[in-house]
């Protein structure tokens, strides 16, 4: 029997354990579609380094925030020296240069920043004075704002180095997201979740996103098939709040969007938004709720809503 030539999908990722093993699961998810329905497709891994991996010793705020970390995987896409690449979608910029495109979201794991602490605490179990390790300012705005006695610190590196910090740094608690200890299979490390109410969770975490060529069909339709309808709907609306906060660097700024159960009377899904603007000390926290059912828009109003109660000077403070 003939066989078909196989088209070698190259993916770029950052060299992270976190980064590579999310890319190693996409490309699973890939693998089971293709061989169900008979397409013919390899997958290359390329490491990428970013300048992000590179400065490790300075709060990200301070040196230019999220884009750090995807410029260099973004020039090897319009490159042609990958065909795709897997992000978190939490560190993706709103906007993507000219000729890429986010080709699909898979289906979102837990939103929910969580806690790893010593014996296992809870938020409200934290002790008086807590000292708290995060390099989120959003983490820091909400968390202080309900506990204005916890001390937060700043907290970088991977993961696991995040982790031995609890011990080797005296913090009686570090602040990750849940989503990237399941990638890990470090769930077990979790002592409890803070819920959203308390925190409002990044945009778009939980979530990856894939980025592709917009001009590059073959890797658009592959990519389709493990796009998650639902979530994309969410991540969507939690995209534009940003977009309309101009919000593309670190700052705090915290969205999270969910699909209610009932839909609409003409039968399109609905969603809600809850959107949040934060000083870095927690002194002032604004927070808006809205409903509907067109993702850009519920974005646009509850960002609006928040621009009316002064968010733009808050983020003018911490140089958003
Ligand atoms: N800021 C770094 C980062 N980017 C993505 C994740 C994992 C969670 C996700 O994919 O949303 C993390 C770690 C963390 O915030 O704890």
Not at 85 to 106: C, F, Q, R, T
Not at 295 to 318: C, K, N
Request: charged residues 25%; negative net charge.
């Amino acid at each position: 029997m003939k066989q078909a030539i196989k088209r070698t999908i190259v993916v770029g990722t950052r060299q992270s354990a976190l980064a590579l093993t999310q890319t190693g699961q996409v490309i699973e998810q890939l693998k089971a579609v293709c061989s169900e329905h008979n397409l013919p497709y390899d997958f290359e891994v390329r490491k990428i380094v970013t300048k992000g991996d590179r400065i490790l010793d300075v709060m990200l705020s301070k040196v230019g925030g999220k884009g750090l970390f995807v410029k260099e995987i973004e020039e090897s896409l319009l490159n042609k020296e990958i065909d795709f690449a897997v992000h978190s979608m939490k560190d993706m910029p709103y906007s993507l240069p000219e000729g890429l495109m986010n080709g699909a979201i898979p289906k979102r794991v837990d939103p929910r920043d969580c806690l790893i602490t010593n014996g296992g605490l809870t938020f409200d179990q934290l002790p008086e004075g807590a000292l708290v390790g995060t390099s989120s300012l959003r983490r820091a705005s909400q968390l202080k704002h309900i506990r204005p006695d916890l001390r937060m610190e700043s907290v970088r590196g991977n993961i696991d180095t995040r982790i031995r910090k609890l011990e080797t740094e005296g913090f009686d608690a570090v602040v990750l997201a849940a989503a990237g200890l399941y990638r890990m299979g470090w769930e077990d490390r979790i002592s409890s979740y803070v819920p959203v109410d308390v925190c409002v969770p990044a945009v778009g975490q939980g979530a990856l996103g894939i980025e592709c060529r917009v001009n590059d069909s073959g890797v658009r339709e592959l990519l389709d098939m493990i796009n998650d309808p639902e979530t994309a709907f969410a991540v969507q609306a939690e995209r534009s709040f940003l977009g309309a906060l101009n919000g593309g660097c670190q700052i705090p700024i915290g969205a999270h969007a969910t699909l209610l159960e009932e839909r609409a009377a003409d039968g399109s899904l609905q969603l809600s938004l809850t959107g949040i603007v934060g000083s870095p000390d927690g002194s002032v926290l604004l927070k808006e709720t809205r409903l509907g059912t067109d993702p850009q828009r519920v974005g646009i109003e509850a960002a609006e809503a928040l621009r009316a109660r002064g968010a733009d000077r808050i983020l003018a403070e911490v140089g958003g």
